[in-house]
């Protein structure tokens, strides 16, 4: 496994959880990394992603204001910051690695993806 993504649960409406996700570096220590969701019934959907080294990151309209994407370079994860939840997040949440340095809100732009972790929020 090149990628797991952890700390997802099952939280209320309002509630905030951080996802991790921890990559190997011989994948990821100069990629881009991205957070992804699919629902069920629905298509995968980006969410966050940042540039190998932090200066370039983008958060789906969906969650902007909401959620935040970091990165610690000196271990290499990258999170999920995840506040003020709604039923609507409530998804399986992955983590990939882009083929480049670059960030990227296109799934076809990732080359490695993580097991995913399940987010439940109720309402």
């Known amino acids: 496994v090149q990628l797991q993504a952890f700390g997802g649960g099952l939280v209320q409406a309002g509630d905030s959880l951080r996802l991790s996700c921890a990559p190997s570096r011989r994948t990821t220590s100069n990629n881009g990394v991205g957070w992804f969701r699919q629902a069920p019934g629905k298509e995968r959907e980006f969410v966050a992603t940042?540039?190998?080294?932090?200066?370039?990151?983008y958060i789906a309209d969906s969650v902007k204001g909401r959620f935040t994407i970091s990165r610690d370079r000196a271990s290499n994860m990258v999170f999920l910051q995840m506040n003020s939840l709604k039923p609507e997040d409530t998804a399986v949440y992955y983590c990939?690695?882009?083929?480049?340095?670059?960030?990227?809100?296109?799934?076809?732009?990732?080359?490695?993806w993580g097991q995913g972790t399940q987010v439940t929020v109720s309402s």
């Open positions: 940042i540039s190998w080294n932090g200066d370039r990151s």
């Open positions: 990939a690695a882009a083929r480049g340095a670059s960030a990227s809100t296109s799934g076809t732009d990732y080359r490695y």
